[in-house]
């Protein structure tokens, strides 16, 4: 389950003439990744070979990322590892920068996110996330671009956007509604930052709570907005594992946003760590 993609939104104080999308999408790390660079007005010289080349480095890097961290590939590091045939101490540091957020992460939660499995390292649960916002840095450097207002990178639905400071743009993410498929039970604003959804959505009960081992049973759907998609994507899955009724993770994650569905159709909201008020099932605003 993902969060809906992005449009956006401008303020009628300061009409912006709609802006023009371009759009590089590959398949990579199982699912669709896309680059977004919106514009406005004439582009400068050298923008649209400029826009192209940084869509083409994000990929790129996923593409490297992908075949560092693949479980699937077995000449990846992390499938050497597992096999025998590396010892973290020799492999690539980014190898080492994931193993020890995934370390903090456990801890952080309590358990209820732990990369090891079955006596390896496997860090899927978090490292999409942690990609993709890597990956998105290579946009960045066109926010300075005149014309360009936003930037953004998604992979199955997890996105790190970035709006140009000064820009009238806000991104308006739709969440879409756990027992509905296509119908939209939220929006998420955002100019800067991240979204991630976690559930069972389309893949069924994938996500294991590492304290037994177990598919999660009756699982909730979990999005939850914050600044760096690496964090937003794994604590939407500790949120998942956790359950609809305990939100006393958050305690530990207090600079997320975001919204938890129950299978019967109940949600629970936060924003800044804090829970607020119960919410009717009409479309609501999540974040800020």
Not at 32 to 51: C, F, K, N, Q, Y
Not at 201 to 227: F, L, N, S
Not at 263 to 271: A, L, M, N, Q, V
């Amino acid at each position: 389950m993902s969060a809906a993609p992005a449009s956006g939104r401008r303020s009628p104080a300061r009409p912006l003439a709609s802006p023009h999308r371009h759009v590089r999408t590959a398949e990579l790390m199982g699912t669709v990744a896309s680059a977004h660079v919106l514009t406005v007005g004439s582009p400068a010289d050298g923008a649209a070979e400029r826009i192209s080349a940084a869509q083409d480095a994000a990929l790129d890097e996923l593409r490297r990322l992908d075949a560092l961290f693949s479980p699937f590939r077995s000449d990846s590091e992390i499938s050497r590892l597992r096999d025998g045939g590396l010892c973290l101490e020799d492999a690539d540091p980014l190898v080492r920068e994931v193993f020890d957020a995934c370390i903090r992460l456990a801890a952080a939660s309590g358990g209820r996110f732990d990369a090891a499995r079955q006596g390896w390292f496997d860090p899927t649960g978090y490292v999409k996330g942690w990609a993709v916002e890597r990956a998105a840095a290579h946009l960045t450097p066109l926010l300075a671009e005149e014309g360009v207002v936003a930037a953004g990178l998604s992979a199955g639905g997890d996105m790190q956007l970035h709006t140009a400071p000064g820009a009238d743009w806000t991104w308006d993410v739709g969440i879409v509604d756990a027992r509905r498929p296509g119908a939209l039970r939220a929006r998420m604003p955002l100019r800067d930052g991240a979204v991630a959804t976690s559930g069972p959505g389309e893949r069924g009960a994938h996500i294991v709570d590492p304290r037994t081992g177990a598919p999660v049973a009756d699982a909730a759907t979990a999005t939850v907005m914050a600044k760096r998609l690496s964090d937003a994507d794994a604590w939407a899955t500790i949120a998942v594992v956790a359950g609809f009724d305990d939100l006393s993770w958050l305690r530990q994650a207090p600079d997320t946003s975001g919204m938890i569905q129950a299978p019967d159709g109940r949600i629970r909201r936060w924003t800044h760590g804090v829970e607020v008020g119960p919410s009717a099932d009409a479309l609501l605003t999540v974040g800020g």
